[in-house]
Structure formats: structure tokens, C-alpha cells
């Protein structure tokens, strides 16, 4: 039987938040990926690589794996109706809802999060807590059916961790042999506490402006939860 | 001023080889990068997510960078003269002549590896030999301005040293933390050594007819290197 596993794209998404978990679950053999958005034109990720909608809100087939990747596009994505609908009708019978990065923010704009343990990146993840969720640190997270990974690479741990999910541990490990998933980062700056200060004020100043914009939407979709 | 980094697009590359150090470079103020190919026509990778160039062999600036990132589709591109001989006129000037996975193939038969210590995917690490290079084992490899990189994931280890290399680290050091690159693996089979021998006979497998066409075509160049 196919699972159908199907990401959430849209303008400004992190490429790496999709292109790393999109790489593993290609490589299960019983899984077909799907980009999924409002219409089939290309939108542009924050990297200027395009992505071209596999199929559209309309016409998706039900979902395995619901996967909502972050990017500076989640913003503008809390508060449209038309994307936060389908993601909850997806949501109702997904065997898995999941987000990588500040994906999570869409699921909780779309009221699924609901004292619920959930991360984000580590610059948002205080941020879920305005969507009802219990903000919880961790590369993956899990609580129930609810899948979140913290930011952009954390996608990739993620890929694997839901591929053993569906598919059993050694599915997962032979994807990890393939893409030879022996990280070895050549500086330790990976969080907010191994990175020397001048690098998590780089960070925070670079982000900032973003980070301003979520807190103003969710300070406005907080005060009405989507969730009927 | 800028710099110019370049990766060569080409039918079937495997996708995250690209889109991983693609991710990084993107975040390097200073940096263009730039998706290199024949023509401007979308080009398909492993994974069915499409690359569309942004400049042709043609017309592409001097790179200060340039990569090569693997796939299936590295084969033919081991016997295609157009495109060695696009490799080998960026690779006199730039600063950095790299690969990911199996693009260090192309480079070798592009003449550029005669001699030099280089890696590739662990499955293809010994087909260097036969083209002139002395395989290396290592996530990213160095010989002065050639820097190789693993299989796949390696690439995201190469990009933050590349960016280092180019910028200093705590240029790399600010990605890393943007990318929140503090990698987790749930499961420890990311190397042939350390997966369990059933994964590394079912990876074997999987790869079996993409390395027997490998090794053909390089018993074939390897007589006729295109060192000239």
C-alpha cells in the first residue's frame, strides 16, 4: 500500500526545512511525496530555489504524514483561512501531523496544538506558547500523532525518526546508510548554548526582523484560535 | 565583493547533495550562488524536485567556488565533453574546485584528480583509483584547493567548512547556528562500519546497478583520461 506522505510549500519556505526530510522519504520505497499548495505555479523558497506544486489543496489525496516546514513565509501563512482549513482537514485522519522549524507555528495558528508538546526553531519555539502549545525543546518532539522538529537540519533527524514510524527501524537505517548520515560538524555552534555569544547575537539581530513580525500575528490569531 | 559559488546541475543529481550546501552558501552575505547547466531548462533531480538553472556554461561568471554534487546522474556526465570541459575551464581560476558524494567523479574524469587525495559516497570511494586520484576516506577531504566531500549529508560538514575557508568561522559558525546544525541521528548506521550488516547488504543492493554502470564507464574513460 502507498503512504502519502505530502509537504505544505509556499512562498518563502525554508528550502532545507523540506529538501532534507523530502530526500529521506523519497528513498522509501512504498512512499509517494507530495508538494502541496494553493495552485500548481512554482514558489520560490528563501534560497531563490523554486519548487513546483506536485498537486494543490483541491486535489491532494488524504495524507499519511501532514509535513508543515517553517521559513519567514510561515508569517503571512497564520493567518490564511484557505491554508490553515486544509491543513486541518488533512489533520483530522493523518497517521501523522508533523512540521520541521517554525512549521509548527502553522499547525498551532490552525489550532492543533492545543496543550500539546510541541518545538520549533530555536528562535521561535517561546512563540508556540501563544498558540496554546506547551513549548518543549528537542530535536524531535513528539507527543501523540504530533511530530515537530526543531530548526531547518533538525528536519533530517526528524526524516528518519517518522520513516522508522511507518516503515520499521531498519527502513530508517538504510536510508541513513545511503545518504551516509554520519554527521560531523566541524564547529560546535549548532545551539544557543555551545555557540560563542558573538554568534547568538549575530543570529538574534539577523532574525529580528522576522521574529517581530511572528510575535505581531500571533499576539493578533491568539486572541481568536482557528479552532473551529 | 562577491563571490561566486557555483554548483553544476544535471539530470538525476541526487537532490540533497545539492540542496544542503546550497542552504549554507545562500546564508553567506557575500555570496551568489549559482545552478549551472547547458541550458535554462528545468532539469529533473533524484528525487523528482526540479532545479531550474540560473546560467549556462556559456554564460556563467568565473567562479571563486565551484561544486560538483552526485547522483546517478554523474554517469553520463563522465563522457559528456561539453561539460568536462566546462569543469575544467572553471576549475584553472576558481579558488575551490569541490564536490559532494559522487560528484568527485566528474572531476576525475575531468582530468582534475590526477594524484590528489579525494573522497566520494563510501560506495564509490574506490572508483577514484581509476581515475588517477588516491581515495581518501573522511567526511571532507582536503588537498590544497580540492575539497571532497562524503556521501550526501557530508555536504552539509563541507558547506560550513567551505564557508569558513571563504569567510572565517565565525561566518561558518553563524550558520550553523541559524541552521540549528546540532545533528541527532535517532539510530547509529551511518557509516558501512557501524550499520548493522543486513543494512549495508541492503544498500549494496539498491546501488548495485548504478556502480556496476560506474565502473564501466571508468574502465573506459580511464584509458583515455581527458587530462588535455
Known sequence: MTLHIGFLVFP????????????????????TVHLVWKDREIVTSTTGIGFTPTTTFAECPMLDVLC???????NPLMQDAETLAFVRRQAERARFVTSVCTGSL???????LEGRRATAHW???????????????GRVVRDGNLITAGGVTAG?????TVVAELAGREAAETIQLHLEYAPAPPFDAGTPETAPPPVVAAVRD?????????????????RSPATV
Open 156 to 160: 533530517i533527524d526528524f526524516g528518519l
Open 123 to 137: 528562535l521561535a519555539r517561546d512563540a508556540l506558547a501563544g498558540l496554546g502549545a506547551i513549548p518543549t525543546a
Open 12 to 31: 518563502r519556505v525554508q528550502q532545507l526545512d523540506l529538501t532534507g526530510p523530502y530526500e529521506i522519504f523519497s528513498l522509501l520505497p512504498s512512499a
Open 206 to 222: 539577523r532574525l529580528a526582523g522576522s521574529r517581530a513580525e511572528r510575535q505581531a500575528i500571533i499576539a493578533a490569531v491568539g
Open 106 to 112: 502553522v499547525l498551532g495558528a490552525a489550532g492543533l
Open 68 to 74: 508543515v516546514p517553517g521559513g519567514i513565509g510561515v
